[in-house]
């Protein structure tokens, strides 16, 4: 009897052993599942989920905290997306947050643009380029499209331009075809 | 030699003959040339004219900008008159940057200066192959100077010139190998000086027994080593991969390309191209391009790039009841946005269409999973389950069953009973993923910028922070150390100057009391007595209340 409580009681201090040092030597550095929201967020950082950036979003909804409905810029197709790697129920996107829009990108009208660099600061991706009483300007290319720029101007000179197709962006179509009313 | 047959393909219609008969025209030039800047892959040209420049036929328009780019030149001498959007043969219909030439019908061309290839630098000789703007002329459009670049890829044994020429109705090719032989196998030296290829094989599908007689009767002539060879007529025949498992028996693998396997194709257009180029110092300002379809002289023209295809159209005697244009064949080419849509390198052949000759396509059935499909595809893939992913929109999978294998060759839309445009749904496909991959790309740099800028922020905020407290350090630092009397006689200093001052204020009287009548003084008197009081109360010590 006192052998056999024992020997179980030795086997599960090795196992506790070897348990306690695998998880110190694979210890996984961060949330895994933070990162795979985050990889699916458009990173536009705008901020309109109510969370400061793609990423603490990411993990408010890692905790539970946030819905996955909240990402306007991700559209539908992104909260499909987060509903299959969590596997809940894809929802509508919720309309309070904002709607989804056409892609678009800041651009500043540089005769009224007085250089008072809050739109550089306002910028969460660096995308403006200028300095104190200098002209500023966006660089398109890396610009998310975020609007966070377009409030905090004093002069209004900042609008965005939907992008539009051109030969290097252009898609070949989804194939439809014409019905004809026969009768 | 011993031919090898590839997977699938299928027996078209040729239509060939109707083409074929007569000779090249001679290059006509038309009013107005439209020249494209994005007529290869890669990075459009860079114009370096300016409106009003007069330029000389061959003189370089635009330069190459990038390493997958090259140049563009004028194909005629005139004046340019406008640098800017112009309708330009592509599926979509968008504009595209174009540099439109006025022509002075002169003709005239630049000096022409031809390269010492045999004794040039390679890399320095691949520059001249880009700035003479050659590009491959059998559809893909590819920078050849690229090509003909061995470094960095496994080692090249078998250089193929490409005479398949396998879709129906196009003669180009077949035109060009009967009348300028020489020229292609004098490219096709240059191109073996480059990729150092011990084998240099011609294939030739065998519905052209003129082309293969010329090819190799050239060959003796001029002493180039190659072998002619006639090929079985199946499409697509002359595609990359087709030609060379037919010619080879090597097998590229799946996502790869034939040079994996030591083999590299060109189109003959292309050898021939340049030969021009760096025998005869001629740009790429020109090509052959077959006007057939619902013509009256179905024929192969010269045509000098840039010039309108409703133009080409009226030298080949245009016809009633014409539908509309396809740039390239009835498999692989597409339907031009405009009559008026300038011809471009890419352009080997300008299909005219009619009712009769190509009745619009019956409307599409559901797949019924017949698997007609199956046997004709070239690149053995089940078209039928690519199909059935990208209509589901399901792309991953379809990535799974090797899309980007998929050659468009059309042979699986052309034998679907229910006349499903599989090839559309393909072309859908891909593009749909490179689109969301270059989504994924732009996203990750906003991640990283963002990253950054945060980290960027708090590091201006710590160093704002270090900086200030080491001023402070410094300014304490630098303050003088007094002695203990030192230190008393400034506070002496100090008193006795406080005490001077109290003294001053004390005798000094408020000036603007004077001259006041009695009323007026006796209430600032009343005030004063009443502030007095409150000091004394002030300074009284503050006593308990007693309950």
Redesign the interface.
């Known amino acids: 009897m006192l052998a056999a409580i024992l020997v179980m009681a030795g086997i599960a201090v090795v196992l506790g052993a070897v348990l306690g040092f695998a998880a110190l030597k694979y210890k996984v550095e961060g949330d895994p599942m933070v990162e795979k929201i ?1 990889a699916i ?5 705008c901020g309109q989920c109510g969370y400061p ?3 603490p979003y990411a993990e408010a909804i890692a905790k539970g905290e946030a819905d996955i409905n909240q990402c306007p810029p991700g559209g539908e197709e992104g909260v499909k997306k987060l509903a299959e790697l969590l596997g809940v129920e894809p929802k509508p996107l919720d309309e309070t947050h904002g709607v989804t829009k056409p892609k678009s990108v800041a651009f500043i009208d540089e005769n009224l643009c007085i250089g008072c660099t809050l739109c550089i600061q306002a910028c ?4 403006i380029l200028g300095a104190a009483k200098q002209m500023h300007t966006v660089i398109a290319s ?1 610009c ?1 499209g975020c609007e966070l720029c377009v409030a905090p101007c004093p002069v209004d000179c900042i609008s965005m331009v939907p992008l539009k ?3 290097a ?7 439809v ?1 014409e019905l004809k009313q026969v009768a | 030699m011993e031919l090898h047959r590839f997977p699938g393909g299928i027996h078209p219609e040729e239509h060939k003959k109707e083409s074929s008969s007569r000779p090249i025209h001679a290059a006509f030039v038309p009013k107005k040339l439209v020249v494209p800047m994005r007529q290869h892959i890669g990075q459009p040209a860079k114009p370096i004219v300016r409106v009003g420049d007069h330029v000389l036929k061959g003189q370089m328009i635009a330069e190459a900008d990038g390493y997958v780019s090259v140049a563009l030149h004028a194909p005629s001498s005139g004046i340019v008159t406008e640098i800017g959007l112009a309708s330009v043969p592509h599926p979509s219909g968008l504009p595209d940057l174009c540099i439109t030439i006025a022509t002075d019908g002169r003709d005239e061309w630049c000096e022409r200066t031809p390269v010492d290839w045999r004794n040039t630098d390679p890399a320095a000789l691949r520059g001249h192959v880009r700035d003479f703007g050659i590009a491959g002329l059998g559809g893909a459009v590819f920078p050849t100077s690229i090509k003909l670049d061995p470094a960095g890829g496994p080692a090249i044994h078998t250089l193929i010139l490409n005479g398949g020429e396998c879709e129906p109705w196009i003669t180009c090719d077949d035109r060009l190998m009967r009348e300028r032989a020489e020229d292609i196998l004098e490219g096709a030296r240059i191109m073996q000086h480059l990729i150092g290829a011990e084998k240099l094989i011609a294939g030739i599908e065998d519905n052209k027994p003129e082309a293969i007689a010329a090819m190799r009767t050239a060959a003796q002539k001029i002493g180039v080593a190659i072998k002619v060879i006639a090929m079985p007529t199946i499409y697509p025949g002359g595609g990359g991969k087709q030609i060379t498992k037919t010619l080879t028996g090597l097998d590229t693998p799946s996502g790869g390309r034939t040079t994996d396997v030591g083999v590299q194709v060109f189109n003959v257009g292309t050898s021939y191209a340049l030969s021009r180029a760096l025998n005869h110092g001629e740009p790429l300002v020109s090509r052959i391009v077959t006007v057939t379809g619902h013509v009256l002289r179905p024929q192969n023209y010269e045509v000098l790039i840039g010039t309108p295809m409703s133009e080409l159209l009226l030298h080949a005697g245009e016809r009633e009841g014409l539908t509309g244009i396809i740039m390239g064949g009835p498999m692989m080419g597409f339907d031009v946005p405009a009559m008026d849509v300038p011809v471009v390198k890419a352009s080997n052949c300008v299909l005219a269409k009619s009712k009769e000759l190509f009745p619009p396509r019956p409307p599409e059935m559901p797949c019924i999973r017949c698997t007609q499909c199956v046997p004709v595809c070239p690149a053995e893939l089940q078209p039928q389950q690519l199909y059935w992913f990208a209509r589901a929109k399901d792309l991953g999978r379809a990535q799974e069953y090797h899309l980007f294998d998929c050659i468009e060759c059309g042979c699986c839309s052309y034998v679907c009973p229910s006349h499903i445009p599989l090839v559309d749904y393909y072309r859908f496909a891909k593009s749909e993923i490179w689109a969301r991959e270059k989504e994924k790309r732009l996203a990750d740099t906003a991640r990283e910028r963002h990253e950054f800028r945060l980290f960027r922020l708090e590091r201006e905020k710590k160093e704002k922070a270090e900086r200030l407290a080491a001023k402070a350090a410094t300014k304490k630092a630098e303050a003088p150390v007094l002695s203990k009397e030192e230190q008393d006689a400034k506070k002496k200093l100090i008193q006795e100057a406080l005490a001077r001052a109290q003294a001053r204020k004390a005798t000094v009287t408020p000036k603007n009391t004077d001259n006041l009548p009695p009323e007026k003084q006796a209430e600032i008197a009343e005030i004063e007595a009443r502030r007095a009081k409150i000091r004394e109360i002030a300074n009284q010590p503050v006593e308990p209340e007693k309950p």
């Open positions: 985050d967020l458009p990173q536009t950082q950036g793609c990423r969460p991706v660096d995308a890396e998310t197709e051109d030969l962006s252009w898609k070949w179509k989804y194939p075809f």
